[in-house]
């Protein structure tokens, strides 16, 4: 059981670049979050699905874009990269038995 | 809209000392609130929560909470911290149960001093 997973730990792009961030949960979760954690800012939710081949916008979804094709999986995608996207991004999923929010070790990626 | 509020952005405190974090939340009905703490370099690990029920909870590593419905506060408390309490602490609020949305303070950092 491991848990929440993501993929890559860390990444470094140039601005007008994209990338994919993949969440992984093994746990049966219906629902899943991206967020994002900024000094200072706390986190911010992104992009979340209430299940499979569902999602919804968050508090700061733009320039971001997210797909859940398959139920364990919740892919965050940047199309054009900005440096205001440099950020340290956690995904999460939630029980719903005992409503607790299980986090992701992170992504730490960087724009320049 | 719901709202978190931790005025303290970062705490020092003697090990063996005591330990308050202070949270305050915004919303009009009964919260859900709940206190994570987050390791360097680490995502979010649930500490406790606060459903219904006993206004004092207990969770882990020596951890409580008391919510305070007059005073909107969810306060994390321990009586006596330890050096591998260092860490950042975020208090978080949901809706109710159906909206599994919360939203989070802006954290407190707690240094522990020998």
């Known amino acids: 059981n491991a848990g929440v997973t993501q993929t890559p730990k860390f990444r470094v792009l140039k601005t007008g670049q994209s990338m994919t961030l993949l969440c992984a949960q093994d746990?049966?979760?219906?629902?899943m979050y991206w967020y994002r954690q900024d000094p200072g800012m706390g986190l911010r939710l992104i992009h979340y699905s209430v299940g499979e081949g569902t999602t919804a916008k968050g508090e700061v979804p733009d320039g971001y874009n997210v797909s859940r094709l398959k139920k364990q999986n919740f892919l965050l995608g940047l199309e054009s990269a900005a440096p205001s996207q440099t950020s340290v991004y956690f995904c999460?999923?939630?029980?719903?038995?005992?409503?607790?929010?299980?986090f992701g070790p992170g992504t730490r990626l960087t724009v320049t | 809209a719901q709202s978190v509020t931790q005025p303290d952005i970062h705490i020092t405190v003697s090990e063996g000392a005591s330990l308050e974090l202070r949270c305050n939340y915004s919303?009009?009905?009964?919260?859900?609130l709940f206190w994570y703490v987050q390791s360097p370099g680490q995502g979010l690990q649930l500490l406790l929560k606060?459903?219904?029920?006993?206004?004092l909870v207990q969770g882990i590593k020596g951890f409580e909470a008391e919510f305070k419905r007059s005073q909107s506060s969810f306060n994390l408390r321990k009586p006596s911290v330890h050096w591998s309490d260092a860490a950042e602490y975020f208090c978080?609020?949901?809706?109710?149960?159906?909206?599994?949305?919360?939203?989070f303070g802006t954290g407190t950092r707690l240094t522990i001093i020998p």
């Open positions: 746990m049966n979760h219906e629902y």
């Open positions: 606060y459903f219904s029920g006993d206004t």
């Open positions: 978080a609020v949901g809706a109710n149960f159906g909206n599994e949305k919360l939203t």
């Open positions: 919303y009009g009905a009964t919260p859900y």
């Open positions: 999460a999923s939630i029980s719903e038995s005992t409503y607790e929010q299980y």
